[in-house]
Structures are given as C-alpha cells and as structure tokens.
C-alpha cells in the first residue's frame, strides 16, 4: 500500500507540474505601451504651388495652403488664420524676384498691380520706360491700349527750307518702330469692357539707344503714335524706300495759308 501510495504521489506532482509549465506558456506577456508622441503645433501658410519665375505674374493656381510648424512660421509669412482669402487678394500680383515650389510666399517678393514699382517688375532685362505726352490727334483717337505696338513718328518745321520755299514747311519722319505700350495714363493693363484709353501720358517699352531717340526727338517737335495691327506687331516691317534708298518723309508746305503736300527727296 505505501508503495502505491508513492507512486499515485509521484504521478499527481507529475502532472501538476506539466500543467503549470503548460498554463505559463500560454499566458500572454504584458504589453508595454509606447508614450504618446508629442503633438508639434502647426499652421497653415500660402505656399508656391509651383516655380514662379521674376516677373511672372501670379494666379490661384500658383499657390496652396500647406501645414507649417507654428513655431517655423515666420511673421513674413501669409497664414491662412489670418487671411483666409489671400489667395483671391494676391492674385494679380508680379513677382519681383523667384520662388521655387513649396517655398513661403512673402509679400515683399510680391508687388501689387496698382501699387508701386509695377512697372519695373513687368519690364523686361535691359528694357527702360519711358513716357511722351499724347492727345487725342496723336494718340490714334484714344484708341490705343496697354499692350498695343506703335511707330513714333516726329512732325517738325524744317527752318532751312523755309528760307527756301518761302513758307512753313514740316516734315516728318519715323523715329522708331514696332514699340510696346506699357501704360496709357495710369491704365497699365485693359481692363474688362475697356474700348477707348484717353489718356495724355503714353509709356512705351524701350531700349536705352531707343530711350535716347525719343528724349532727342521730344525736343525737337510733334510726335505722333500710329497704331499697328496685331497682325505685324510681332515682327518689324521694313520702311519703304525710294530709288535713291532714302526713307520718304511728308512735308507741308504753306504758302500764304495753301499748303501743299510733297515728298523730300
């Protein structure tokens, strides 16, 4: 009996211990949560959707909000918090120098449309502004806009040829060709249902040789802007010429209130 007893002993210590060894494999050990993250503040700021070049001018589609660390966000920059409708406000706007894409935009990268400094942030490398006073009767009627190309022509009364003829003579000529208007007045572009600018101030894109010419021809008399088709403003079209190939120049001639029109030779 006592051996059975041991045995009987023996077996249930046994299989007590497997049980135990078999129910702690099959607990799960403790998850170890991981602390939160720290939550970086942010902000919404306008940046370029895209690269915007000097001088370009800029769009809706060429900005995005973006979310920005709030404490990176620099006070230069636009915040959507701020100005919600900054997108609509700054378009038009002229970029003075470049952005690249997802770059901030700042505002003293930008310049307003009607504000100051516009004009030297359309005009193109090694290009100058320079403005002629106009009327009606030379200015085509008033119906020349921003944006228009024009031949210069200078009327002026030729002293050596009335001691000659006897009379006022005039003549004329044409001092450039194929110009860009940039501004008639203050109008620098047209605006929506514009027909007719009148103005008495016209702005033309030029070169410094061509700055020069008509500087030199406002001294000397009249100047007059013809309106070129959009058809050959692109290019320039030759001066007619005569036998001799000398450009052929209109003068008046006024004899006791008669003029009469002729062509120097």
Request: proline share 5%; hydrophobic share 40%; net charge positive.
């Given at each position: 009996?006592?051996?059975?007893?041991?045995?009987?002993?023996?077996?249930?210590?046994?299989?007590?211990?497997?049980?135990?060894?078999?129910?702690?494999?099959?607990?799960?050990?403790?998850?170890?949560?991981?602390?939160?993250?720290?939550?970086?503040?942010?902000?919404?700021?306008?940046?370029a959707?895209?690269?915007?070049?000097?001088?370009?001018?800029?769009?809706?589609?060429?900005?995005?909000?973006?979310?920005w660390?709030?404490?990176?966000?620099?006070?230069?920059?636009?915040?959507?918090?701020?100005?919600?409708?900054?997108?609509?406000?700054?378009?038009?706007?002229?970029?003075?120098?470049?952005?690249?894409?997802?770059?901030?935009?700042?505002?003293?990268?930008?310049?307003?449309?009607?504000?100051?400094?516009?004009?030297?942030?359309?005009?193109?490398?090694?290009?100058?502004?320079?403005?002629?006073?106009?009327?009606?009767e030379?200015?085509a009627?008033?119906?020349?806009?921003?944006?228009?190309?024009v031949?210069?022509?200078?009327?002026?009364?030729?002293?050596?040829?009335?001691?000659?003829?006897?009379?006022?003579?005039?003549?004329?000529?044409?001092?450039?060709?194929?110009?860009?208007?940039?501004?008639?007045?203050?109008?620098?572009?047209?605006?929506d249902?514009?027909?007719?600018?009148?103005?008495?101030?016209?702005?033309?894109?030029?070169?410094?040789?061509?700055?020069?010419?008509?500087?030199?021809?406002?001294?000397?008399?009249?100047?007059?802007?013809?309106?070129?088709?959009?058809?050959?403003?692109?290019?320039?079209?030759?001066?007619?010429?005569?036998k001799?190939?000398?450009?052929?120049?209109?003068v008046?001639?006024?004899?006791?209130?008669?003029?009469?029109?002729?062509?120097?030779?």
């Open positions: 009996m006592k051996a059975a007893r041991l045995v009987v002993l023996t077996v249930a210590i046994a299989a007590g211990g497997v049980a135990a060894m078999l129910a702690g494999r099959s607990e799960k050990p403790p998850e170890v949560k991981n602390a939160p993250a720290p939550q970086i503040a942010t902000v919404e700021v306008l940046v959707k895209a690269d915007i070049g000097m001088g370009q001018t800029v769009s809706p589609g060429d900005v995005r909000w973006q979310e660390p709030a404490a990176a966000a620099s006070g230069n920059f636009i915040r959507k918090i701020d100005r919600p409708n900054a997108v609509e406000t700054l378009s038009g706007s002229i970029a003075r120098y470049p952005f690249v894409n997802g770059e901030p935009i700042r505002e003293a990268k930008l310049v307003n449309s009607k504000g100051a400094g516009f004009m030297a942030a359309i005009l193109p490398a090694g290009m100058r502004a320079i403005s002629t006073q106009i009327s009606p030379t200015g009627g008033g119906f020349i806009l921003p944006n228009d190309h031949d210069v022509i200078l009327t002026r009364r030729d002293q050596a040829a009335d001691k000659a003829a006897g009379g006022d003579t005039h003549s004329s000529e044409t001092v450039l060709t194929n110009v860009r208007v940039l501004a008639i007045d203050q109008n620098v572009q047209e605006k249902g514009q027909k007719v600018v009148v103005g008495k101030t016209a702005t033309l894109e030029l070169t410094p040789a061509q700055t020069e010419t008509l500087a030199l021809s406002q001294q000397l008399g009249t100047l007059s802007l013809a309106l070129r088709s959009i058809a050959d403003a692109s290019h320039d079209t030759p001066q007619s010429e005569d001799s190939g000398a450009r052929r120049a209109g008046n001639i006024v004899r006791f209130g008669v003029g009469t029109m002729m062509n120097s030779k």
